[in-house]
Every structure is written in structure tokens, then in C-alpha cells.
């Protein structure tokens, strides 16, 4: 039977609570202590000690309430608990302490103290630009624009104006916000459903999408976040195309961003921490070894601060983008059986942070798992991690369920299962041409796994050689780079031409590139 563990909101939001947290609710909920508030701090205990969400157990222990008191209490304890939350943590959030003004600021003007109520919105002013917060100028402005109309404030004209003036230049900033974090948006949403762009018509789909939703004159920007979408939606756009020198520029910007503005990491941590990722995937793509190791010794620094531990959002995707690095450095360097001993730690973390991870993110961890495995020749434990992908709902990456099924092939093909291949070969053929991801790369593929595992041992060395040739041709092209940045297909069969393991292969590669950090 499955667990309602992830079905239920408040069950949810009470596990992922740390001990201070907990403590601060108990403090802050028996301050009234009225009879409902005792029966929260019930409800509460009951469900901090159960492992997963069981209603029917719940009601026995909450006994004598009922079914429909039950989800009032919830409603409230809920309620109480985002109180408490906000109270505790609302120094450390630059929104909620400027929320937290706008209130105070509408408090005071319903009370009748509308100078008071001035004050305080420009103290929420200054705050707000002192951290780029524009868009929270807004609220802001409207609230001082109502008291300005409807009271004799003794306000000069000089300042109505400058007000009135603030208010246009903060509409007009927040519209090319919206544009560009709007555009950034739209391409992520298209990398994650589809991957990398597959052909001419990909291509040329995206330019178009890319041309017509770009503001104008984005030359001249320099406000902050105008800038940080600008570079993402570049990032995307590069990333998409598998234009990988300009993603690694983008990338750059983005992070170079904030060592302009520093005071913006602790403001916009999130974003931060993701442009830290995408800068390393950046040094992946290009195997700019040295560049790596130095950006991932910075990020892991960064890790360990007080400010990557804030909120829980922040740990888990320092430790989601750190672990990803770490496993695609040993993609990398060929060190496949180094990196299998982060394996076990890691599927540790997985099953401890479910609660927060994405699919995509389990998507993408179960592959680079599975190429480990592959590149250190344990096909059996590959396929495992690969079967996980494929068995799985096919709505996210589509280029990941593709590739899943072609090392499947593969690692069947190491194991000798010749019983199976043939099934298996005319299988993913149809599913990657269903799902319009066949390049040359991959029909030669396909066409060298026909062929060869009929053929004898004399036959298959001149075959492999052939095959090698034609791939290699295709190393420099576009379209086709995605096949070897998935499954590093002329290595595997480099290996098998001059009768070396995979990994060396890979380490002679680094070794002779001049750009090694060994």
C-alpha cells in the first residue's frame, strides 16, 4: 500500500521542520494557550512522531475528535505554524521584512496616522532599492500615492511629482522584468521537457521564439535583475543550441553578476546558487578540466557558509548541484570507479531529501549513476539505474529516455544477451524515431549493433575500426555532439579497438588535451 507521506500539505510542512523551528511553534503557540491552541499543539505532536501520514491512526490518537474537526484543526495548526515561521524568520528575508513595513505602514494609515504611515514607507523605500527590490516598489508607491490624493499632508508639490515620476520609471522597470524573466522561463520549460534542440527545425524554432520575445535595447540595461534575466535567458538559449562557448559566457556573466553586486547573494541566494551550477556544467561541456576544479572548490566553500544553510531550499540545492559536479567531473577525468564511492552517500541523501527533489533531478541522477557503472564495466548495475528511466513517465526530458535506451542497448550488448538485442534494438530505433531523436551518430549506432553481434571475433575488429571512422567524422557537428555528450560513444569504442578499459581511454584523452588538472 502506498504512503500518503507526500499527498498531505501539513505533514509535509511539519517534517521538514528543524528542531529550533519546532521549538519556536511550542513558544509561540502556548503565549494564548486557549483551548483550541492546546488541541493544535496535540495534533502537532502527533504528527511529528509518525513516520508517514496515516489519518486512520491519527484519529485513534487524537481521540474523541471527529473526521470534520480533524480538518479544522489541521486548517488551523497549519495557519499557526506559517505564523510562527514568518516571526522566526523574518529577519533573515529581505521580502518578509519589507512585507513585514508594508503592513506596519497600512496598519498606521487605517489608524488615522498617515505621517506615521509616510515614514515608514520610505524607510521600506530605501530598503527596497538599497536591494534591488523594484518590483516591490509597487505596493509601495500605490499606498503613498492614496494617502498623497485623499489627504492634506502638507507634502510640497516638488515631492508629488518626483512621486508621480518614481511611479512611472518603477512601472516601466518592472514590464522589462516581467519580459525577460518571462523568456527565461519559457526556454528552461523547453530544455526540461525536450532537452537539447534536435535538428534544423528545433533550431530554427527556437531562434524565432528567442527573437521575438527578446526586449529592445537590452544593451543599455544595468539594474540588477534586468541583468541576471538577460543572462539566463542567453544561458538557455546557448545551452538549448548546444552553443556551449556562448552558455559558458552567459554563464559567467551570471555569476560575475554577483561578485559586482555582493550584497545580491544573500538577497537572491537561489539564483546564485543556480548560476554556480550552470557555470560548472559550462566548464563540463567545453572539458575545461583546471577551470572546473577551481569553480567546484569555490561552490563547496560556499556550501559550508552560514548563508547556504538559511533555508532549506538553499542546503538541498547545494547539495543536489555540488553532487552532480562531483559525479560529472568523473565523467570527465574517466575516474568512474572513484565516483561510484559517492554512490552510496548519495542515494542516502536522495531518499532523506524526497520530499524536495524533483523528478527531473532524480531523472538526471539515475543517468549520470548509470554512465558511472557503465564506464567502470558493471553493466548489470547500469542497466538497473537505466530501467529506473525508462520504466518511468515520459514527460520530462525526452532526450534522457532516449539515451537511457540506447546505453540499455549497449550495456545488453557488453553482456553478450544476443537473445534479446535484436528485440531490443528494434525497440528503442522506433521510440527514438517516435520521439524525433535520431541523428546520424545514432543510426550508425544502431546499424553497427545489427551487424556486428553476428559477426565473429576475426570479422568485429575491421568492423569496429569502420565504425569508429564513420562516428568520428560527425565529432565537430551540431546537431550530432549530443550523442557523445550523453553516451560517450567513441570512447567505448576506442576501447574496444585498442583493447583498453573506458576509463583509460578517457584519462589518456585528458591527458594529452594540455588542459588536465592533474
Not at 528545433?202 to 540595461?221: M, Q, V
Not at 543572462?231 to 552553443?243: G, K, L, P
Not at 525497440?427 to 549493433?449: G, P
Amino acid at each position: 500500500m502506498m504512503s500518503n507521506r507526500f499527498t498531505d500539505a501539513l505533514f509535509q510542512l511539519i517534517r521538514s521542520l528543524e528542531k529550533a523551528e519546532k521549538r519556536h511553534f511550542k513558544l509561540y503557540i502556548k503565549r494564548s494557550s486557549s483551548k483550541e491552541d492546546l488541541r493544535i499543539v496535540r495534533l502537532f505532536d502527533a504528527l511529528d512522531k509518525m513516520p508517514d501520514y496515516d489519518e486512520k491512526i491519527l484519529l485513534k490518537k487524537l481521540a474523541p475528535i471527529t473526521k470534520p474537526q480533524l480538518a479544522n484543526l489541521k486548517s488551523h495548526l497549519n495557519k499557526q505554524l506559517l505564523a510562527s515561521l514568518r516571526l522566526l524568520k523574518s529577519t533573515e528575508n529581505i521580502d518578509l521584512q519589507l512585507s513585514e513595513h508594508l503592513d506596519y505602514a497600512r496598519l498606521l494609515y487605517n489608524k488615522g496616522l498617515k505621517l506615521q504611515s509616510l515614514k515608514l514607507l520610505e524607510k521600506a523605500k530605501e530598503i527596497a532599492k538599497a536591494n534591488h527590490k523594484y518590483n516591490f516598489l509597487v505596493p509601495v508607491l500605490s499606498l503613498e500615492k492614496k494617502i498623497e490624493t485623499l489627504h492634506i499632508t502638507r507634502s510640497t508639490l516638488e515631492k508629488t511629482e518626483i512621486l508621480a515620476r518614481e511611479a512611472s520609471d518603477i512601472s516601466e522597470h518592472i514590464d522589462r522584468v516581467t519580459k525577460l524573466s518571462n523568456l527565461a522561463l519559457l526556454l528552461y520549460n523547453w530544455y526540461v521537457k525536450n532537452g537539447h534542440a534536435r535538428n534544423e527545425q528545433d533550431e530554427k524554432g527556437i531562434r524565432e521564439f528567442f527573437k521575438h520575445n527578446l526586449p529592445a535595447n537590452t544593451k543599455n540595461i544595468t539594474d540588477f535583475y534586468e541583468r541576471l534575466y538577460l543572462y539566463q535567458s542567453y544561458c538557455w538559449y546557448a545551452f538549448i543550441r548546444q552553443d556551449f562557448l556562448m552558455y559558458y559566457r552567459y554563464s559567467r556573466k551570471w555569476t560575475d553578476l554577483f561578485d559586482e553586486v555582493p550584497l545580491m547573494i544573500a538577497v537572491e541566494t537561489g539564483h546564485y546558487i543556480k548560476g554556480m551550477h550552470n557555470l560548472l556544467n559550462a566548464h563540463f561541456d567545453l572539458r575545461n578540466y583546471s577551470e572546473f576544479e577551481v569553480t567546484l572548490k569555490q561552490f563547496e566553500a560556499y556550501a559550508k557558509t552560514d548563508l547556504a544553510s538559511v533555508h532549506d531550499n538553499f542546503r538541498i540545492h547545494t547539495f543536489v548541484y555540488i553532487n552532480s559536479a562531483r559525479i560529472n567531473q568523473h565523467l570527465m577525468l574517466g575516474t568512474f570507479k572513484d565516483g561510484l564511492a559517492l554512490v552510496p552517500g548519495l542515494m542516502e541523501k536522495m531518499e532523506e531529501y524526497s520530499l524536495y527533489i524533483d523528478r527531473h533531478r532524480v531523472l538526471v541522477f539515475n543517468y549520470k549513476i548509470a554512465t558511472l557503472y557503465f564506464g567502470s564495466g558493471d553493466y548489470h548495475t547500469a542497466i538497473d539505474y537505466l530501467l529506473k528511466i525508462i520504466n518511468g513517465p515520459v514527460d520530462l526530458r525526452i532526450d534522457l529516455h532516449c539515451y537511457a535506451r540506447l546505453m540499455h542497448l549497449v550495456a545488453h550488448y557488453e553482456l553478450g544477451n544476443f537473445d534479446i538485442l535484436e528485440y531490443l534494438i528494434k525497440s528503442a530505433y522506433r521510440f527514438m524515431a517516435r520521439m524525433k531523436n535520431l541523428t546520424i551518430v545514432e543510426e550508425e549506432i544502431f546499424k553497427f549493433l545489427r551487424h556486428s553481434f553476428t559477426a565473429s571475433p576475426r570479422q568485429l575488429k575491421p568492423e569496429l575500426k569502420t565504425f569508429l571512422e564513420k562516428i568520428k567524422r560527425h565529432e565537430k557537428s551540431r546537431f550530432e555532439t549530443r550523442s557523445f555528450a550523453y553516451v560517450d560513444v567513441i570512447s567505448w569504442v576506442e576501447s574496444k579497438v585498442y583493447e583498453k578499459p573506458m576509463s583509460e581511454i578517457i584519462k589518456d584523452k585528458v591527458k594529452t588535451s594540455g588542459r588536465s588538472p592533474w
